[in-house]
T-cell receptor, first 112, second 112 residues
Framework: EAGVTQSPTHLIKTRGQQATLRCSPI?????VYWYQQALGLGLQFLLW???????NRGNFPPRFSGRQFPNYSSELNVNALELEDSALYLC???????????FGSGTRLTVV | GQNIDQPTEMTATEGAIVQINCTYQ??????LFWYQQHAGEAPTFLSY????GLEEKGRFSSFLSRSKGYSYLLLKELQMKDSASYLC?????????????FGTGTQLKVEL
């Protein structure tokens, strides 16, 4: 079974630009979760999508947004990038049994 | 909301036993998870507790006391490869789904 896949692995953007990060969940998983992990900090919850709908949102400004497609893959968009957006962005998926997450390998976003 | 506390760093010797504690406060507890994260990699699932008691899985065990808002992860026969960050995460009944809130992680260093 293929795991959670994220692309790109690394992304370098300049301040003010937009970044788009992609995630494909494990086959059969309908929920996708996005987390931000800044250097030295814990995982901060960003967004949860299930069945194409945004179900919950963390304490992040509106320039962090996303969507989930009919095939359950998901996209995270970060507009008007700031230096402090530099972080590892992790996507995770879970099935309805909800015993926990399977994480993707992450996208390392660097804003210069 | 939730508040999750765990020590920032711990050091132990190869072959020894180490216990990593986690305390939490939540309005609607629905499970506690432990993840391992090596530097630059995605977190991987270690254990899950929803009822009080000890769950054993090979060299790793996890304990939960819901009345005390307390869990620990016990690692036996430590190996150098166990050097990693260990993340405690709590799932709440409110907010829905499988959303996890993570502690900031305990960086474990295993020495010879």
């Amino acid at each position: 079974e293929a795991g959670v896949t994220q692309s790109p692995t690394h992304l370098i953007k300049t301040r003010g630009q937009q970044a788009t990060l992609r995630c494909s969940p494990i086959s059969g998983h309908t929920s996708v979760y996005w987390y931000q992990q800044a250097l030295g900090l814990g995982l901060q919850f960003l967004l949860w999508y299930d069945e194409g709908e945004e179900r919950n949102r963390g304490n992040f400004p509106p320039r962090f947004s996303g969507r989930q497609f009919p095939n359950y893959s998901s996209e995270l968009n970060v507009n008007a990038l700031e230096l402090e957006d530099s972080a590892l962005y992790l996507c995770a998926s879970s099935g309805w049994t909800g015993k926990g997450y399977t994480f993707g390998s992450g996208t390392r976003l660097t804003v210069v | 909301g939730q508040n999750i506390d765990q020590p920032t760093e711990m050091t132990a010797t190869e072959g020894a036993i180490v216990q990593i504690n986690c305390t939490y406060q939540t309005s609607g507890f629905n499970g506690l998870f432990w993840y391992q994260q090596h530097a630059g990699e995605a977190p991987t699932f270690l254990s899950y507790n929803v009822l009080d008691g000890l769950e054993e899985k090979g060299r790793f065990s996890s304990f939960l006391s819901r009345s005390k808002g307390y869990s620990y992860l016990l690692l036996k026969e430590l190996q150098m490869k166990d050097s990693a960050s260990y993340l405690c995460a709590v799932r709440e009944l409110t907010g829905g789904g499988n959303k996890l809130t993570f502690g900031t992680g305990t960086q474990l260093k295993v020495e010879l």
